[in-house]
DNA sequence: TATTGTTATACTCTATAACTATA
DNA sequence: TATAGTTATAGAGTATAACAATA
């Protein structure tokens, strides 16, 4: 078998492009309502439930580990995560979010949801279903 | 009638958000492959075979005035736009994209559906089809 | 008076390079 | 030597406030 594979379409490249930028969009305005970065917010959806040094949130962001630093700093300063002692590698650092932190991203999805539904709400319920089943496949696919 | 709706199902909105974030990352590596940042990419997109004002510039942005002048700024001095006199307005400019511009954008918008190829080759074409059009129709929806 | 665009200022994000402490 | 994290520095992105020119 062979490996070539045709391009993305160009329609369904536009409509996911478009679509991206929209739900950017939502987090942005929904980060800075809460006088949030978008990348802090981020941080904050990939420490969920985990506990991660900086090097693993750099490679997790796709940042230099300088830049997670500086960003943990600011994050850390408004209460919403928390550098902690890796008794493993002295070297090391965990960093947790924080319960203030935890709220904020409750409250986060909440929002999101709601401000989405500017633009779910043009489909009926099955085709969201739909919809949903066909992001899942391509996130599941991603990176194969 | 009641202008009630059902909030976007979290699934949907956590499928939506991991897509976006994906398309975001393969827009900004795209990008910074060209030494472009992604903002100055999106206005390079918004432009395209269109000439706006910075005010119009700053409304499809969704940035203010200031922000998008100085955007304006390093993207001229990269030779991708150019700065034009609007004859119906003394006070106002005409932002248009450069010959130079227009190659970008044509050369980036390849570069992107074979970035997306890693994600729509989870679809057969039909769902390909299908998925285009319930994002299409999201986006035309947005904003009612 | 209101609007268009710009400038000054300040903060966040990001990378590179150089450093320290530990492994 | 190599790795984890930090700091210094520099450039881009962004908003607010104040301004000049034009409407």
């Known amino acids: 078998m062979s490996t070539d594979r ?5 329609a369904l490249v536009e409509a996911l492009g478009a679509v991206a ?14 006088d949030l970065s978008l990348t802090q917010l981020r941080m904050l ?6 506990r991660l040094t900086i090097s693993e949130l750099a490679r997790a962001l796709g940042l230099d580990r300088s830049s997670v630093s500086g960003l943990v700093d ?6 919403l995560v928390r550098r902690e002692p890796n008794p493993a ?5 965990h960093v947790t979010v ?11 999805a909440a929002e999101l ?15 969201a279903d ?3 089943v066909l992001l899942e496949r391509m996130i599941e696919h991603r990176g194969l």
């Not at 930028?21 to 809460?34: I, N, R, Y």
């Not at 600011?74 to 209460?79: M, V």
């Not at 539904?117 to 489909?123: E, I, Q, R, V």
């Open 74 to 79: 600011r994050t850390e300063r408004r209460g």
């Open 45 to 50: 959806g990939i420490l969920r439930d985990r």
């Open 89 to 93: 590698d002295a070297r090391s650092v």
């Open 98 to 108: 924080s319960p203030a932190g935890a709220d904020a991203l409750a409250l986060g």
């Open 21 to 34: 930028f929209e739900v950017m969009g939502s987090l942005t305005k929904l980060a800075a309502k809460h």
């Open 113 to 127: 949801a709601e401000r989405l539904t500017a633009l779910t709400d043009a489909l009926r319920p099955s085709e």
């Open 130 to 132: 739909r919809l949903t």
């Open 6 to 10: 045709a391009s993305a379409p160009p």
